[in-house]
């Protein structure tokens, strides 16, 4: 037997050549006297046949679906073929035979879910797992290119980033109350003081109903905070980022994004700089298309969709009203009704994909917008000691990378984007 390789290496050897591969039974079928398994592994799939006369045939005639084999052969090209090449096979080692698989080519995606760690073994969840892969490789290259410390923050907090309705609280060992992180923001802000430049990616929890194609109560959160920069700096980092990052993608997942069925020229598009809208604008856009919004109100996933078909490449959207955005975004000074915040939205009717802005620096203002907003000072203590010793102008965003990966990968639910969701009606598995 020759030395085992991967299938995809196995498609690029010339006919006749002596191949041995090892994975799972993607598919079989038997026709006339002849055994058809088309065998998977981590880098493609490919076809050996068996005929009557091959040691194989009969381990071939039995092996089920999912079973895990190793396949030998020689090659032979067929157009018809997976690939173009399949083998003809000469034996088949049953590692483990599969009881009968669960999953059918008509199974609902409620079912996928229930059956979620088996389903990850799919073509298509395969394919977005290695572009999720890339997105995240492609991110942490790009901040630590860029100067960016990467840290860690805590999960258990005691005080909320956005405000209070959409915590998950927990039970402490001490018998207090702490809660689930929505977001590492504040603890990055701790370290600009030292490093200047932070990221950090981890999971973060929101308890919202929310029951759109894009919520997920436990998501992968990219935060980064940067001492000495302003909204126009973050901006810039931000769109710099993303076209990173759908660059690395386009070069290494080609095959897994024509798998899908991605348009390759509309990500070919995701070139700095992105375009600017304003609030303002956005909210003229969508009365004149009929949409029931004034001036005021925030956007949810239908007015983004709106908007994000009057753009082919992701966009920023600007100065959103006090009301709309969290209590640490500073207040445009020539304008203190709107923010110095901005969304990111992705295009295709993806919507919001990054929100970030400037942050309050000046002690006094702070203390002043967490009242106003009917908080207590008192809950951000430590929050506020930032701003008494030695403050800085400063400016950060968050970026779900669910959200990202469902965009370029053009999925049409964010639960297809990680292997194992987390939504408001599913903790299993």
Same mark, same amino acid.
């Given at each position: 037997?020759?030395?085992?390789?991967?299938?995809?290496?196995?498609?690029?050897?010339?006919?006749?050549?002596?191949?041995?591969?090892?994975?799972?039974?993607?598919?079989?079928?038997?026709?006339?006297?002849?055994?058809?398994?088309?065998? %998977?592994?981590?880098?493609?799939?490919?076809?050996?046949?068996?005929?009557?006369?091959?040691?194989?045939?009969?381990?071939?005639?039995?092996?089920?679906?999912?079973?895990? @084999?190793?396949?030998?052969?020689?090659?032979?090209?067929?157009?018809?073929?997976?690939?173009?090449?399949?083998?003809?096979?000469?034996?088949?080692?049953?590692?483990?035979?599969?009881?009968?698989?669960?999953?059918?080519?008509?199974?609902?995606?409620?079912?996928?879910?229930?059956?979620?760690?088996?389903? @990850?073994?799919?073509?298509?969840?395969?394919?977005?797992?290695?572009?999720?892969?890339?997105?995240?490789?492609?991110?942490?290259?790009?901040?630590?290119?860029?100067?960016?410390?990467?840290?860690?923050?805590?999960?258990?907090?005691? &005080?909320?980033?956005?405000?209070? &309705?959409?915590?998950? *609280?927990?039970?402490?060992?001490?018998?207090?109350?702490?809660?689930?992180?929505?977001?590492?923001?504040?603890?990055?802000?701790?370290?600009?003081?030292?490093?200047?430049?932070?990221?950090?990616?981890?999971?973060?929890? %929101?308890?919202?109903?929310?029951?759109?194609?894009?919520?997920?109560?436990?998501?992968?959160? &990219?935060?980064?905070?940067?001492?000495?920069?302003?909204?126009?700096?973050?901006?810039?980092?931000?769109?710099?980022?993303?076209?990173?990052?759908?660059?690395?993608?386009?070069?290494?997942?080609?095959?897994?994004?024509?798998?899908?069925?991605?348009?390759?020229?509309?990500?070919?598009?995701?070139?700095?700089?992105?375009? %600017?809208?304003?609030? /303002?604008?956005?909210?003229?856009?969508?009365?004149?298309?009929?949409?029931?919004?004034?001036?005021?109100?925030?956007?949810?996933?239908? #007015?983004? %969709? @709106?908007?994000?078909?009057?753009?082919?490449? *992701?966009?920023?959207?600007?100065?959103?009203? #006090?009301?709309?955005? &969290?209590?640490?975004?500073?207040?445009?000074?020539?304008?203190?009704?709107?923010?110095?915040?901005?969304?990111?939205?992705?295009?295709?009717?993806?919507? #919001?994909?990054?929100?970030?802005?400037?942050?309050?620096?000046?002690?006094?203002?702070?203390?002043?917008?967490?009242?106003?907003?009917?908080?207590?000072?008192? /809950?951000?203590?430590?929050?506020?000691?930032?701003?008494?010793?030695?403050?800085?102008?400063?400016?950060?965003?968050?970026?779900?990378?669910?959200?990202?990966?469902?965009?370029?990968?053009?999925?049409?639910?964010?639960?297809?984007?990680? *292997?194992?969701?987390?939504?408001?009606?599913?903790?299993?598995?």
């Amino acid at each position: 037997m020759s030395q085992v390789i991967p299938v995809r290496e196995a498609l690029k050897l010339s006919q006749g050549e002596e191949v041995t591969v090892r994975g799972w039974v993607y598919r079989r079928r038997d026709l006339g006297d002849k055994a058809f398994v088309v065998v %998977r592994d981590s880098t493609g799939i490919i076809q050996a046949v068996f005929s009557p006369s091959a040691r194989g045939h009969d381990a071939a005639r039995r092996v089920t679906v999912e079973s895990s @084999v190793i396949v030998s052969g020689r090659l032979r090209d067929d157009p018809r073929a997976p690939g173009g090449k399949e083998i003809q096979g000469e034996n088949l080692e049953i590692v483990s035979l599969a009881d009968n698989f669960p999953i059918r080519r008509d199974a609902s995606r409620e079912f996928l879910l229930e059956v979620r760690h088996l389903a @990850v073994r799919s073509r298509k969840l395969t394919a977005v797992l290695k572009i999720r892969d890339t997105a995240f490789a492609a991110l942490h290259e790009w901040f630590r290119t860029n100067g960016y410390y990467e840290v860690q923050a805590p999960m258990f907090v005691s &005080a909320a980033v956005e405000g209070g &309705a959409t915590l998950f *609280p927990v039970k402490y060992v001490d018998g207090s109350t702490v809660y689930l992180t929505q977001s590492s923001q504040f603890y990055l802000e701790a370290l600009i003081f030292s490093l200047e430049k932070v990221y950090t990616v981890a999971p973060s929890f %929101r308890a919202e109903k929310s029951r759109t194609r894009r919520h997920l109560t436990e998501y992968w959160h &990219a935060e980064a905070e940067a001492a000495w920069m302003g909204l126009e700096g973050i901006l810039k980092v931000e769109e710099e980022l993303i076209s990173h990052i759908v660059r690395r993608v386009l070069e290494k997942n080609h095959d897994e994004l024509t798998f899908l069925g991605r348009d390759l020229s509309r990500l070919k598009l995701v070139e700095p700089p992105f375009p %600017r809208i304003s609030y /303002d604008k956005a909210i003229e856009i969508l009365q004149n298309k009929g949409v029931g919004i004034k001036w005021g109100d925030d956007l949810g996933a239908d #007015e983004e %969709r @709106v908007l994000t078909m009057e753009f082919d490449k *992701p966009f920023f959207l600007y100065g959103f009203p #006090e009301s709309v955005k &969290a209590f640490y975004h500073k207040n445009d000074p020539s304008r203190p009704s709107v923010t110095l915040s901005a969304d990111l939205l992705a295009p295709e009717g993806y919507g #919001e994909i990054i929100g970030g802005g400037e942050r309050i620096d000046k002690l006094e203002e702070l203390v002043e917008k967490i009242k106003r907003f009917g908080l207590n000072p008192s /809950d951000y203590e430590w929050y506020l000691d930032l701003r008494r010793y030695g403050s800085v102008p400063h400016a950060g965003f968050g970026l779900g990378m669910d959200r990202l990966v469902m965009w370029i990968a053009g999925l049409d639910h964010i639960v297809d984007s990680l *292997p194992f969701p987390r939504t408001t009606s599913r903790t299993y598995p």
